[in-house]
């Protein structure tokens, strides 16, 4: 099946500083997302991104499908953003059923 | 607003016995799934379904079944609840007509003592 990796593994950040995150994926997909995993463990949907650049306020993620990678960034962060992040694949585009990485563990220090 | 909802979100049980974990959305989506997280795993597939009557296999779905008689509900039942089985259980729903997005419930803790 499909491999995801995530990196770094864990992320320490002070607050307001910038972030990007890596997702890399081993064959071609018609689907990727990225969430966050609250220190709650809710997971909240951040982007439905397969290709291309979405932006969200301090959150903007970029999908280059041919390179196999997607990159989500954080812009001045903040204490709530810490929690994991989680980037999550599928091939065929029907129906997904996600692979997900292991996540990145991010930490904000006030 | 639509949402996806688990019940119950915290459950002790004992090795052996039959258990059921709920899963109830109101997108009206047809396809949805129930992952298990467990330390250093990330989520894993547990089983899914695509319509109402239809059930598939994930990646870990041994001990484990699904039934889906209606487009809201898909319990998830652990036939014989072993301590392996201990994990956070998420249910999730997508809709192809509107693209595949995933939207997942808020989980539902599992102890097997």
């Known amino acids: 099946g499909i491999q995801v990796e995530q990196s770094p593994p864990d992320l320490i950040l002070q607050e307001g500083a910038n972030s990007t995150l890596r997702c890399n994926f081993s064959?071609?997909?018609?689907?990727l997302q990225w969430f966050h995993q609250n220190p709650w463990g809710q997971l909240i949907n951040l982007f439905y991104?397969?290709?291309g650049t979405k932006q969200n306020g301090r959150l903007s993620a970029t999908t280059v499908a041919t390179e196999r990678y997607s990159l989500l960034y954080i812009s001045s962060s903040q204490t709530t953003d810490s929690g994991v992040y989680f980037c999550?694949?599928?091939?065929?585009?029907?129906?997904?059923?996600?692979?997900f990485g292991k996540g990145i563990t991010l930490s904000v220090r006030p | 607003d639509a949402e996806i909802t688990q019940s119950p979100r915290h459950k002790i049980t004992e090795t052996g016995r039959q258990v059921t974990l709920a899963c109830h959305q109101t997108?009206?989506?047809?396809?949805m799934f129930w992952y298990r997280q467990d330390l250093g795993h990330g989520l894993r597939l547990i089983h899914y379904?695509?319509?109402?009557?239809?059930?598939n296999k994930g990646e870990v779905s041994d001990g484990y079944s699904v039934s889906r008689s209606n487009t809201e509900d898909l319990p998830l039942t652990l036939e014989s609840a072993a301590s392996s089985q201990t994990s956070v259980y998420f249910c999730?729903?997508?809709?192809?007509?509107?693209?595949?997005?995933?939207?997942f419930g808020p989980g539902t803790r599992l102890t097997v003592t």
């Open positions: 999730a729903s997508s809709d192809s007509r509107g693209g595949y997005e995933q939207y």
């Open positions: 064959d071609s997909v018609n689907n």
């Open positions: 991104i397969p290709s």
């Open positions: 997108w009206n989506h047809n396809n």
């Open positions: 379904s695509y319509g109402v009557q239809d059930t």
């Open positions: 999550a694949v599928d091939r065929t585009g029907a129906n997904s059923k996600l692979t």
